[in-house]
C-alpha cells in the first residue's frame, strides 16, 4: 500500500518535473512571480488539507494537478464529516504533532481564539506577493488580529434574499427599494397563498439570521457594539428589533420550519415560498433543485428599515490558515500561496460559489455579479456575521435563544433576558 | 511481593485485559476527573478553578432541563422497549413461524445508528408520516415533529424503542425457555388462567432476567447520546439535549473541556450510584 | 377460545412486524430508484425503474464505500477476536486459577463499560498522538479491542461460573498445563457464548462513528460509518438513491451475521442467562 503510494507520488514528481523542463522556457519562467515555477522545479511540497466541508474533497481532486503544475504542491485531504469531531481533532492537534498543514476555518472570533493562542502561522509577509499577484486587497482584513494576517481566503460570501423570479413576475413585484416596498411584497405574497419567507431551525446557528439583519440594516454600530459586550441585549434598540420580527411573525410572513439543506430549495422552485434569506452559498442548493440563476432566481440585499442605517451588508469569509506547529511549515504556507493563484482560486470559486478572491477571476454567475456589482456601486457597509463577530459562547446561545423564539414569539423578552444573562456572565469573565 | 508469587500465573492471564482497560479508560477517567477541575480549553495551557465546574452544572438553568430529559429517556426506556420486549417474547413464544417473526424484531438492532438517525430523519420529515397524514385527510394532525419540544423526544423515543425492543424480546424467550416445566402443570391442573399464570408464576421466574434486561436498559438509557446527537443534536434551543449530549456539546461545541468533564464525571457517579442496586444483584450478589 | 386467542396474537405480531418491516422496506424500495424517479416522485411511490445495481456502483466508486468497507471489516474481524480471545483468558484466570481479590480485578475490567463513551475521545485523541498510533492501523485494532473487553469478561466470566470445578482439577491431576487446560477444557465449552460475543462485538465495531472520526484521518485507514456519514453530507451531489443503497450495503453484513449465528446465539444466551 505504502509502496504503491511512494511509486505514484515519484511518478507524479517525475512527470511535473518533466512538464516544468520541456514546457516552459526560461523567459518565461523568469517572467512569472518570483517563486513559484522556480520552487516546483526544487522540491516537492506536499500538505495535508483539513476541512468539515464534504465538496472539497471534490476540489482538492481537481486542483491537484492545477498546483503541481503551477507549484508543485498536492494536497492530501482529511475530511470530516461533522463541525464538532472536527474541530475538536484541529484544536486538539495544535498541541500536539499531528498539527494540520492547511486547516479550513471561520473568521471573526473564531479566528481571533486560535491567532491569540499562537497557533496560527504569521503570513504577512506572503500576503504583500500576493496581493501583486492579484487576491483582493480588502480580503486581508477580515483575516487580521493585531496586525498581522494569518492564511488565506477560500471563500466570500454575503448574507443576502434570494427570491424565485416567476413569483415575483407572477404578481407584478419588483425588487424592494425600502423596507415599506418589501412589507408591500410580503402582503401581496401572502394575499396570494405565497408564504413570503422561508425560515429554518435545525441547527441551532440558523437562529441568528433574521436577528442579525433586522439589527444592521435598523443600526449597525449598534450591532457592532452588541457582539462586543458593549451594549445589552436588553436595550431598546435589541427590543424594537425583536418586536418589528414578531410583527412579522405575527402577519405570517414566515414559513413554518424547513430543513435548510433538504426542504427549502424544493419549497423554493415550486413557489410555495416566495424569498429566503441566507449566504450565497445557499445558491448551489437552489441549482440543485433544478434551477438557473439569473433566469429563474435573483438576490438582493435586505433594504434599510431604518433610513439612517444606510447601505449594509453581511458577510462571511471562510479562510484557509496554517498551523504554526505544522511539521512542515513553510511548506505549508507556499501550499496555501500556491492556493490563491489564478487557476486554483477559480477552480475554489466553482466548489464554494460566492465571491472571487482574486480581482482577475470574474464571478460567472450572474446572480453573483450583479449582487457584487451593487454592492461595490452602494458603498455598502460591510459587516461580519453575528456567529463570528461575536464570541463562540455568546453566538452559540444567542442563537439557540433565538430558536426558541421562532417557535413562541410572543417570549422575546425572556428571550433576550437569557441571553443578556449569558452574556454578562461571559463578558464579566473575559474582561 | 508475596501476592505476586502466589497469584503470578493467575495474574498472567487477567493481566492483558486488565492492562488494555487500564491504559485506555481508566486513565482517560482520571485525565477527565483532573481536567474537570480546570479551564482548559485545548488551545491555552489550563488553570485550576476548583470545583467552579461542579457548581456550574447546579447554577445554570440549561442543565436542568438536560437533567429532566434523561430523567424522561431512563423512565421511558424502562417501561416501553423493555415492556414491548417482554409482550413480544410471550407473543412469539409458542407461535408457529417464531424464528421469522424474531429475525425482523432484531434486524434494526443490526442497523447501525447512523442509518437508523437517517432513516428516521426521513420518517420524521414532511415527506414521510406528514405526507400520509396529508393523505388520508389529517392534515391538522401535521407537524414539524423533530423541531417541536416534546414531540422530538417522543419521536426520538419512537426511533430508539424500534431499534432496542428487538434484544430485549430475545433476552426475554431465551429466558422463558429455561423456565422449568412443573410449576406451569401443576397450575394448570388447579385450573388457573391464563393471565393468572403468567402474574403469579412466569414473571417471578423471570425475575433474574428482568433485572439483568432493566439493568442493561438502565445504565444504557443514562448514557443515551448517538440517536439524540443524530436526529437533533438536542435542539431545539437546547430542549431534547439529556447530560451526555449537554456534555458533548460543552466539550466539542465549545470547547469547555474542563465543563464537559465535570460534567461527565457527574454522569458517571448518577448512573453508578442508580445502578449500584443492578450490580450488587447480578455481580456481586453471584460474586 | 383457544383458537381465537391464537388468531388475535397473530393478527398482533403481523401488524408489529409489518410496522417493524416498515422503515427497512422504504429504503429498500428507494435505493432501487434512480435520481430522477425519486425527485419526481416521493419516498412513498412505488419505484418506476430498477436502478438499485447503478447506485450501489455510484456508491461504491463516487462515495469510496468499498476501502471503509474493507477496513470495517478487517477491524470487525480481528478486534472481535482479540477482545474475545484477552477476555476469554482473563475469565479463566478470574474464575479458576485462584486469584487472590479476584472479584476486584474484575470490577476493574468491568469498569470500562459504566462510563459515557464521549469521555474517551480528548484523553484518547492526545494520547494516540503521542504514542504515534493516531491514524494507523494497529491503533484503530488495539482500541476496538480494548472496548469490546469489558463485556466479554462480564459474559464469559458467568459463563465460566456454570463449568463444573472437577473438569479442570481432573486435567490438572492428568499433569496438564494451565493454557493446555485452557484449551483443551474451557474453550469447547465457552463456544456458544462466544458465537454471541463475536455478533456482538463485530456489530459493535462495524456501526462505530465517533471514535472513527477521532482518531483517524486518512481514507486507508477510516471505518465505513465515516464514509457513509461522509456520503450524507455530500448527498445532494450524489443523491438521496445513492445514499440508501449505500445503507443497504453497509447493513448486510451486520443483519447476515445475525440469521446464520442466530442458532448459536440462542443456544448461548441460554446458557449465559441462566449463570
Redesign the interface.
Known sequence: MKKQLWSATSLIVLLSLAAVGCGSNQANESAESADSNGASATKAIKAKFYFDFPGLSKYVTDVNPILQQTDNVTLESVPFTD???Y??AV??G??TQEAPDLFKWWNGFKLK??AD?G?LADMTEQWKEMVTDGVVPSLADPLTVNGKVYGIPAAAHYWTVFYNKKVFADNGLQVPKTWDDLMMICDTLKAKGVTPFGTS????WQ?FIWFEDLLVHSNPDFYDKLVLGQAKYTDPEVVDVMKLWKSMYDKGYFS??L?MD??VAPAFAKGQIGMYLVGTWFESFLTGAGMKPDADFGSFVLPAIKPEAGNVVISEITPILVSQNAKNRDDAIKAAVALTKKDASAKMLETFGGLPTRTDVVASDPVIKSLSDTIAQGNFKVLTRYWEATP??LS?YGS??F??FM?KPEAYMEVLN?IQAKADKYWADHK | MG?LK??G??????L???L??????????L??FV?SFTDWN???TAHWVGLKNYLEVFSD?TYVTSLKNTFIWVVISLIFPVGLGLL?SI??QK?KGQ?F???????????????VG???I??F????IN??LIQIGLDSWTK?W????TYNTIAMIIASV?QGA?TNM??F???L??LPKDPFEAAAIDGAS?FRMFWSITLPLLN??TI?VLGLSF?NS??I??IIWVM??G????SSETL?VT??RE?????H?GQG?AI?IL??IL??GA?WFYLRKT??G?? | MNRM?TGI??T??VV??IL??F??F??LMNSTKSLVDFTNG???SWPKSFHFFQNVKDALVVGGILKYLKNSFSYGVIGAFASIF??A??A???VF????G??Y????????????????????FK?YQIFGIYDSFVGMC??Y???C??FC?FLLR?FM?TISREYVEAAQMDGFT?FDI?LKIIVPFIKPPVSVLFLFQF?FI??D?VFGLILTRSESIRPI?TG??AM?GIYFSTGVTT?MSA?VI??IP??L???FL?KN??KG??VT???
Open positions: 463541525t464538532t469531531s474541530q475538536t484544536r486538539v495544535f498541541t481564539e486560535i493562542s497557533n431551525i435545525k441547527d441551532s437562529g413554518k420550519p430543513v433538504k426542504e463562540s459562547e452559540e439557540s435563544e430558536i426558541r417557535l437569557n | 501476592y502466589k497469584n500465573e493467575a495474574l498472567l492471564y487477567v492483558p485485559a486488565a488494555l482497560i487500564t491504559v485506555f479508560f481508566i486513565s482517560s477517567v485525565y477527565t481536567i485545548g488551545l491555552t438553568v413480544l407473543l412469539l407461535l424464528r417473526f424474531k429475525n425482523i424484531f432484531y434486524m434494526p438492532y443490526a442497523i447501525s445508528l447512523t442509518v437517517v432513516v428516521w426521513f420518517l420529515s414532511d415527506s414521510g405526507y400520509i414539524s423533530l423541531l417541536t419540544p424500534w428487538g430475545l433476552l424467550l431465551v429466558g425457555g429455561s391464563r433474574p432476567i439483568v445504565v443514562f448514557k447520546f448517538d437533533t443534536q435542539g431545539p434551543y437546547r451526555a456534555m458533548y466539550s466539542f461545541m465549545l470547547f473541556f468533564a461527565s454522569l458517571t448512573s453508578i445502578s455481580i456481586v453471584e460474586g | 386467542i396474537t397473530y398482533f405480531v408489529l412486524a417493524w418491516i422503515p427497512i422504504l429504503v416521493t419516498i412513498w484477552i477476555a483468558i482473563a479463566y484466570g478470574l486459577l485462584r486469584l487472590k479476584s472479584f480485578w474484575f470490577l476493574l475490567i468491568y469498569s470500562g463499560t459504566i462510563f459515557p463513551f464521549q469521555m474517551y475521545l480528548v484523553p484518547l494520547g488495539l482500541f479491542t480494548a472496548i473487553i469489558p469478561v458467568n461460573t494451565t485452557f456489530t462495524w456501526n462513528l460509518m457513509l456519514a450524507q445514499l445503507i453497509t447493513s451486520t443483519i451475521l445475525f440469521i442466530q446465539f440462542i444466551m441460554q442467562v441462566k449463570a
